[in-house]
């Protein structure tokens, strides 16, 4: 198998992974012939399968057959963001979503063209959604937590719509809340102090965005007050 998170197999089999691996399932590739190899490029999208007697099988939306399929998602703040694998453990959201909006990133197998303009979440409350104009394939869902914390929440939209004509009654994704959890370990304890205080008068970068807790754009003192102030916090499982 030549990247991409697919496979390909005895009778035109195609087992697609959304999850790096850890979990696999079938979809149907329009052939019975054995597959041999499967490339995809950089955007996870566009690939070609090749097998037995010729066969040569190509997809532009990651092998979605007739249907549209969310595909990756990401809590987005400040143009830094955590990934929430759709599958296993959730990803832990570890600034604060309480005063300031954080930014759900639901990206699709197709371009969407409409959404419903109401959504929900278990714990906080999902506020405007919208289509990424730089990019359709993105829906932006604003969330605040409204105090929740140390929970694992899921967030859903409705009515989502895509380009070729199909739809999707509703996508949700998961992700843990736990304020100052900047190892992403499930607890707030002294790891995430120190690791937090280690970088303060840092400029806010790709490596420590996570201690960022106001996300001001940069790692001081308040981020490390709060982190000590949540020190002994976990998420409930």
Do not use: W
């Not at 010729?54 to 143009?79: D, F, Q, Y």
């Not at 899921?154 to 509703?170: F, P, R, Y």
């Not at 843990?176 to 280690?198: E, H, I, N, S």
């Amino acid at each position: 198998v030549a990247g991409g998170g697919g496979g390909g197999g005895r009778g035109g089999v195609i087992r697609k992974s959304v999850d790096m691996g850890v979990s696999c399932r079938a979809q149907a590739s329009g052939t019975f012939a054995d597959l041999v190899e499967v490339g995809f490029a950089s955007d996870g999208r566009t690939g070609v399968a090749v097998g037995q007697s010729g066969t040569i099988v190509r997809t532009s939306n990651g092998g979605v057959v007739g249907g549209l399929e969310l595909i990756s998602a990401a809590s987005e703040k400040r143009g830094f963001a955590i990934d929430l694998p759709l599958h296993g453990a959730p990803g832990i959201e570890s600034r604060l979503a309480s005063e300031n909006y954080l930014t759900l990133v639901f990206t699709f197998s197709d371009p969407v063209t409409s959404v419903a303009a109401i959504g929900e979440a278990t714990c906080g409350r999902i506020g405007a959604i919208r289509i990424d104009p730089q990019d359709a394939h993105r829906v932006l869902a604003s969330y605040l937590s409204n105090g929740c914390n140390g929970v694992v929440v899921a967030c859903t939209i409705h009515d989502i719509a895509g380009s070729e004509g199909q739809t999707l009654s509703e996508a949700t994704v998961t992700m843990g809340l736990l304020l100052g959890d900047v190892t992403a370990d499930g607890v707030v304890d002294d790891a995430d102090y120190q690791a937090t205080k280690l970088d303060v008068g840092e400029i806010t970068d790709n490596s420590n965005f996570r201690e960022d807790l106001n996300a001001d754009g940069r790692i001081d003192r308040n981020d490390a007050r709060l982190v000590r102030r949540k020190s002994g916090s976990a998420l409930l499982p």
